[in-house]
């Protein structure tokens, strides 16, 4: 369980980066940097996709900046407080464990279905085993505490 609760943590911890980096382009030409970025990762940037996040980059208005450093600081609160309740054993943590790897079940099939890759797939396999593997811990804990009583 603690393998999962440092992975959940890990999450917490990349999202939260990347919403310092949402801040750290306040007040910034975000189409350069993002013009910047297509350059540096060399990507077409006469592609469908890199058009598309280059528009949206600079359409993006600080007040947008920090809705999404406020959802990713969120998102990483949420992340956290499942990682400290799996690493304590707690069973509140495992329910919602379970509840939220669940949700992405369904949008990462939809990706697939979109176009097998072996990053996509990892991904699903990964999640459903965790969630497999939450659901195991709480089936035996509740026959533990059944055989108690």
């Not at 940037?45 to 959802?71: C, D, N, Q």
């Amino acid at each position: 369980m603690r393998v999962v609760a440092g992975f959940e943590a890990a999450k917490g911890a990349v999202v939260l980066l990347a919403g310092f980096g949402l801040l750290s382009l306040l007040h910034k030409d975000l189409q350069d940097f993002a013009n910047k970025l297509v350059d540096f990762l060399h990507l077409n940037p006469a592609g469908h996709y890199t058009s598309v996040f280059i528009e949206l980059m600079a359409g993006f208005s600080s007040k947008r900046l920090w809705s999404l450093a406020a959802l990713a600081c969120a998102y990483s609160f949420m992340r956290f407080a499942e990682a400290y309740g799996l690493w304590r054993n707690r069973r509140w943590a495992q329910w919602f464990a379970v509840l939220s790897g669940a949700a992405y079940v369904p949008i990462e099939v939809y990706e697939l279905s979109r176009g097998i890759s072996a990053t996509k797939v990892s991904v699903l396999l990964v999640n459903i085993a965790i969630v497999l593997y939450v659901l195991y811990r709480l089936w035996v804990r509740r026959a533990t505490h059944a055989a108690a009583d």
